[in-house]
């Protein structure tokens, strides 16, 4: 078939964004290997001639049963049967939403869709309310999705108020009552391309045009539908391989939800593009089994987890009564691997076994993490590197070089990608702002929005707060919007106050804020704190009251104000029993009423 104009267009700007990839001068950026890709059936289709007989996925059929293979050239088959199966269902051109747990059926129907339509991911722990109003803002013409939301979807389509045509049960071994299998539309989609029809296969994808639209999990206001094209996810995955090394043997524990373009694209579309695996993790509870199990060398995850295994890891460490000759170890690898000695392999194996006994690389992101964690596991010999971004940059924005991490800071930009930091004020603390071939198209069918966001020149104005230093290193200190303004007309940042009660043992999490109710001429700020009873017990004893506990917490409350200017000081501390209200996505709701409640 002879080639398109647009398609030599396409492959001439994947061929560029490699060529900059591969000459980035900046000596902290190790090249390594890249390939140019157009869109994401490209993608698929070059990396199963490529990795054909690599395993792409391993997948629990049988919850109680063994880790299954599904190689990239069965992967590639069933992705064309299935996109084949989907446009013979009228859906060329319209939106499929998909929404589930991480699994491979949830992958193929993005895979399939990028094909010929537009994939809209939904995030799986929305009410049937919510879910309704994305399918409605979304115009999706068919959703794909687990057992557990059959109900809900047979009740939407039936009620006709919204444009629902086709429903796939990604868990039926046979179509019923009106809903299809997700397992019969890719035998009977096969069926169809043996007999000819090509119109999936053959299909040109136009890679500037919406082709993912995803909701963001604000934790204010109505959810905004990012509109990303398969270039800028395209151009992401060509990129990223300047910053860690990534091989066809690698295997990610994928556990985030992949709804979120942090897992969908840094761990799914990244594996498939350096020709990796993907284990799809049973669950958090499973997720100690699951490494070993699979023997995962590669993982993405919040900082609330990697804190939490540290954590346990010192406290085992601790029990054992090893503390002290753990630290000296440490210590003495430090000076050692400098010379290309590393004691690890002999003395951290039990630490790494918990990880499965073959992690490499721990990639942070979606929060601020304590810098101690992240070298504390590259004392142990993982590659801990911590980034930055946002779904309107698909998601990527920063990264921490494999071979110059720096803990205290979320990276640097990526080649062709730019950081600027605008409106400083006398900290020297701005605006952050990102360029580059990554950024979204814009917010869906919301102008305005996406003119306050994105200026003329190209910049997306992300609402975050920091600064660059001379080095080139980003670094944060917190939402805009969450700024505290005192009545003298100084900032406080919220975050910064919740980073350092972070580094109490015992505290769990915190949230601090302003006592909008508070009379006089300081800004009362408030820390609210909920503490890991465990912790609590290792220093006041099994008998401790409520007493002990406020007194120990104005001790550590203390130590920061000391360090402190008057008006960034802590005033009041509220003991919090129960957990804080998070979204979705696990974070905090700042301007939830219940969050800033005293107990």
Partial sequence: MEMTES???????????????????????????????TDVKDLL?????????????????????EFETI?????????????????SK??????????????????????????FGCIVPLDKELNPEELKNQIQRSEASAVVFDRKHLDVFKQMKADGDTPLEVLVNMDADEDTDGVFAWKTAIEEGKKLVAEGHREYIEHEVDNDVMSILIFTSGTTGKPKGVMLSQKNVCAE??????????????????????????????????????????????????????????????????????????HTIWKNVRKQGKEKLLK??????????????????????????????????????????????????????????????????????AFNPQDAPNSRSVGIPFPGQEIKVINENEEGIGEICIKGPNLMLGYYKDP?????????????????????????????????????????????????????????????????????????????????????????AEVLGDEYTEEDVMKLIWEEVDKINADAPAYRMIKKVIHRKRDFVHNTSSKLIRFNEDNKAEE
Avoid at 7 to 35: F, G, Q
Avoid at 71 to 87: C, I, P, R, S
Avoid at 90 to 112: E, F, H, M, R
Avoid at 505 to 530: H, M, Q, R, Y
């Fill in 7 to 37: 398609r030599k267009k396409a492959i001439a700007w994947a061929e560029e964004i490699v060529s900059y990839v591969d000459n980035d001068p900046r000596p902290i950026v190790k090249c390594r290997e890249s390939r140019p890709i």
């Fill in 45 to 65: 289709e070059s990396s199963a001639e490529l990795y054909g007989d690599n395993v792409a996925y391993m997948q629990k059929w049988n919850p109680k049963g």
């Fill in 71 to 87: 190689t990239y050239k069965e992967v590639l088959a069933d992705v064309q049967g299935y996109g084949t199966w989907l446009m």
């Fill in 90 to 115: 009228g859906l060329d051109g319209k939106k499929v939403a998909v929404i589930g747990p991480n699994c491979y059926q949830w992958c193929s129907t993005y895979l399939a869709t990028c094909g």
């Fill in 237 to 310: 995955l060509m990129i990223a391989p300047t910053t860690f090394e990534l091989r066809q043997d690698d295997i990610f524990l994928s556990f985030l939800p992949l709804h979120h373009t942090y897992e969908c694209t840094c761990c799914f579309l990244m594996a498939i593009y350096k020709g990796s695996a993907v284990a799809f993790c049973q669950g958090l509870k499973y997720i100690t089994k699951n490494m070993k199990e699979v023997r995962p060398t590669m993982m993405l995850a919040v900082p609330a987890l990697y804190e939490k295994l540290f």
């Fill in 328 to 397: 000296n170890v440490i210590k003495v690898n430090r000076v050692t691997k400098k010379v290309g000695l590393d004691l690890g392999n002999k003395f951290f194996g039990e630490i790494r076994d918990i990880f499965g006994g073959r992690m490499k690389t721990l990639i942070c992101g979606g929060a601020k993490i304590d810098p101690e964690i992240l070298d504390g596991l590259q004392d142990f010999g993982f590659n801990a590197l911590q980034g930055y971004g946002l779904t309107e940059a698909a998601p990527m924005g």
């Fill in 448 to 536: 305005e929005a996406t003119a306050k966001v994105l200026d003329e020149e190209g910049w997306f104005h992300t609402g975050d707060l920091g600064y660059i230093a001379a080095d080139g290193y980003t670094y944060l200190t917190g939402r805009a919007k969450n700024v505290i303004i005192t009545k003298n007309g100084k900032n406080v940042y919220p975050e910064e106050l919740e980073y350092l009660l972070g580094l109490i043992p015992f505290v769990e999490e915190s949230f601090v804020f302003e006592d909008t109710k508070a009379t006089g001429k300081d800004t009362l700020i408030v820390a609210s704190i909920k503490t890991d009873k465990e912790e609590l």
